[in-house]
């Protein structure tokens, strides 16, 4: 469905179906899924409040975890636990505790094989030097010469 075609629903105040609270609402009350390819664009089920509703609840919250875990990486919650444990519970690389989030399944882009589990800071660090071992060397040299200077 392009955007166009989502504007046409909106302005003409379709109906769709929520199947959490069993009722006809106007498209305007769903979320837009929008994958890359526009032409897959569709508006969400359920609706926005129980959609919010879900974040919220700690049943929901565990089984958005499950399925992002599933569809993402396809693994399920036991094998992300057994990575965890087999890890002490921590970073694989910092040996922190992210507090705030759950620890994130690290893979590789271009194979998607898991790597292991990393906090935040360690996975986005890795993602942002684009796993390349020469720019994460150079950073190294980088550090340790700029200690020596000052």
């Known amino acids: 469905m392009t955007e166009k075609e989502i504007n046409k629903k909106v302005r003409d105040k379709e109906l769709?179906?929520?199947p959490h609270c069993d009722t006809d609402l106007d498209v305007s009350n769903f979320y837009i899924k929008k994958p890359?390819?526009?032409k897959h664009w569709r508006f969400n089920s359920p609706c926005r409040k129980c959609s919010n509703i879900a974040r919220q609840d700690v049943?929901?919250?565990?089984y958005q975890r499950e399925y992002q875990l599933k569809n993402k990486y396809g693994i399920g919650i036991k094998e992300y636990n057994?990575?965890?444990e087999n890890q002490n519970g921590v970073c694989k690389i910092c040996n922190g505790v992210d507090v705030k989030n759950l620890l994130?399944?690290?893979h590789c882009?271009?194979?998607?094989?898991i790597r292991g589990i990393l906090c935040g800071a360690c996975n986005t660090g890795l993602g942002r030097f684009k796993d390349d071992v020469d720019l994460l060397n150079k950073a190294i040299e980088y550090i340790?010469?700029?200690k020596t200077k000052w």
């Open 16 to 18: 769709k179906y929520c």
């Open 36 to 38: 890359p390819n526009p």
């Open 59 to 62: 049943e929901g919250k565990r």
């Open 82 to 84: 057994d990575m965890l």
């Open 104 to 106: 994130a399944v690290d």
């Open 109 to 113: 882009h271009s194979t998607g094989k």
């Open 144 to 146: 340790i010469e700029s």
